[in-house]
Each structure stands twice: as structure tokens, then as C-alpha cells.
């Protein structure tokens, strides 16, 4: 239960890019203050953590992500509007709807579904000082802040490249389709959505050497038994036990 708290928070677009284990991710995440001592039946099994997380840009299972959200750190509460159905994918063509950018038309880079947040490359940009230091002036870079989806961006119709609203239908086929609302037209999820950390495409994957194959994956070697692992080797090597176990009493 606690894996799957943790992990709730956390949107699948997020999941998916980051190509990780669940529990990975969740041990990347956890920051256990106490929790009782294993092998100690006397004692109920209780654990004190952080259970509220500040989601930001980083992503929670990177070193950024743990140092914003440090024992200590004190930062304004943020509510966050659930959305239930996500209609926003890396690679949509999207319409800004707010800001010095208002009316142009771009490519969703990133999507951060903990925050409804996307980046549209090159839109909504403002400029920041990074490496401002005693010694030294710093440099100017030019950073894209993310938009709200609820009200920020909306997608564009591919059909005629002008804004529209979105809802999930069913085709005949029993397919899960985006349809926009004013002219009726699927709009498909884009390629660039099955992008990850690791890589573009699936396709594009190169196996590396500490990868484990498909076909052993596929490969079922373990077979269950009612045996200890030490019957189990005495078994393989043939070796027969005639001894007398000694009686042994549990009070």
C-alpha cells in the first residue's frame, strides 16, 4: 500500500519517460525519518516519512527533485486542479492561450503531469541568471517556463491547424481515440510520445551488454516446489538424508 501512495502521485506520462522500475522510482522518492527496528516482534511495525512532495520541473527520482524537497525546506503550499482525463502528449502541436506568446502555435517538449504542466519549445521564455557567484557575474540564459494545460495551452486540429477542445471517444473498433470537439477529426498521439530517457523509439534501441534478451526474459527457469532450498540441492546431487530429525517444541 505505501508503494502504491507514493507512486499515485506521480503522473504515468512521467513513469513512462523515465523507463524505470516502480520501485526504483519509489526508493528514489521515500525519505524515511523512523521506522521500527526489523526482527523486533515486541514492537508494532510503524514508519515515519515524508508523505507531501513538491513537484517541480526535476524529476522525483533525480538528486534535483530530493534536494528541493529536504527535511527543513520551507515553500508555499501549491494546489494542483486534477485532471481526469489527460489529453497532452510530447510531440502535440499546441495553440498559447496566455502570456507574451499568446496566439502562437508550438511543440510540447515536456509534459509534467504532477503539476498539469507542459513546455512548448521556444514559447514562453524569460531569461535567468545562473553561476551568480562572488567572483564571478554569472550568465544569462534563456529558459522556457511550462504552462497550465487547464487554461494555458490548448491542442491544435492538425486537420486545419487552428485551436480546438478535446474529449476521449471509442471507435468501432473498441480504440481509445482524442476527437476534437469542433470538427469531429481523431486526433492521433504523436510518435514523439513513446520517446524516453533511454531512447527515441523503440525501434531505435540498441541492446547493451548488461541488458537482459527478450527471449530469456520470455524464458520461464524457475519451477515451484514444496522443498527448502537446501532439499532442493540435496535432491539435485543425489544425496539421500536417513537421520532421525530430534524433537523440538515451540513453548
Given at each position: 500500500m505505501r508503494l502504491t501512495g507514493i507512486l499515485q502521485k506521480i503522473g504515468d506520462a512521467?513513469?513512462?519517460f523515465s523507463n524505470l522500475p516502480d520501485a526504483y522510482i519509489k526508493r528514489s522518492m521515500e525519505q524515511v525519518y523512523w521506522k521500527t527496528p526489523r526482527g523486533k516482534p515486541q514492537y508494532l511495525p510503524r514508519t515515519v516519512e515524508r508523505k507531501k512532495f513538491r513537484f517541480t520541473t526535476n524529476r522525483p527520482w533525480t538528486g534535483q527533485f530530493r534536494q528541493q524537497n529536504m527535511p527543513g525546506t520551507i515553500r508555499k503550499k501549491v494546489f494542483v486542479e486534477p485532471v481526469a482525463n489527460w489529453t497532452f502528449f510530447k510531440g502535440d502541436r499546441v495553440e498559447v492561450l496566455a502570456g507574451k506568446d499568446k496566439g502562437k502555435q508550438g511543440i510540447v517538449s515536456q509534459v509534467f503531469q504532477e503539476r498539469n504542466w507542459v513546455?512548448?519549445?521556444?514559447?514562453?521564455?524569460?531569461?535567468?541568471?545562473?553561476?551568480?557567484?562572488?567572483?564571478?557575474?554569472?550568465?544569462?540564459i534563456r529558459s522556457e517556463a511550462p504552462l497550465l494545460v487547464?487554461?494555458?495551452?490548448?491542442?491544435?486540429?492538425?486537420?486545419?491547424?487552428?485551436?480546438?477542445?478535446?474529449?476521449?471517444?471509442?471507435?468501432?473498433?473498441?480504440?481509445?481515440?482524442?476527437?476534437?470537439?469542433?470538427?469531429?477529426?481523431?486526433?492521433?498521439?504523436?510518435?514523439?510520445n513513446e520517446e524516453t530517457h533511454d531512447y527515441k523509439a523503440k525501434s531505435l534501441y540498441v541492446e547493451r551488454p548488461k541488458d537482459t534478451p527478450g527471449d530469456v526474459v520470455k524464458e520461464?527457469?524457475?519451477?515451484?516446489?514444496?522443498?527448502?532450498?537446501?532439499?532442493?540441492?540435496m535432491q539435485e546431487m543425489g544425496i539421500e538424508e536417513d537421520r532421525t530429525p530430534r524433537k523440538t517444541f515451540w513453548y
Open positions: 512521467s513513469k513512462k513546455i512548448v519549445a521556444g514559447l514562453n521564455c524569460h531569461l535567468r541568471k545562473v553561476a551568480d557567484e562572488k567572483d564571478y557575474p554569472g550568465i544569462t487547464t487554461h494555458q495551452v490548448r491542442l491544435v486540429d492538425p486537420s486545419d491547424l487552428q485551436g480546438t477542445g478535446v474529449e476521449w471517444r471509442f471507435t468501432e473498433d473498441g480504440e481509445k481515440v482524442r476527437v476534437s470537439t469542433r470538427t469531429g477529426r481523431i486526433i492521433p498521439i504523436p510518435k514523439g520461464i527457469t524457475f519451477k515451484p516446489s514444496l522443498q527448502t532450498f537446501e532439499m532442493e540441492v
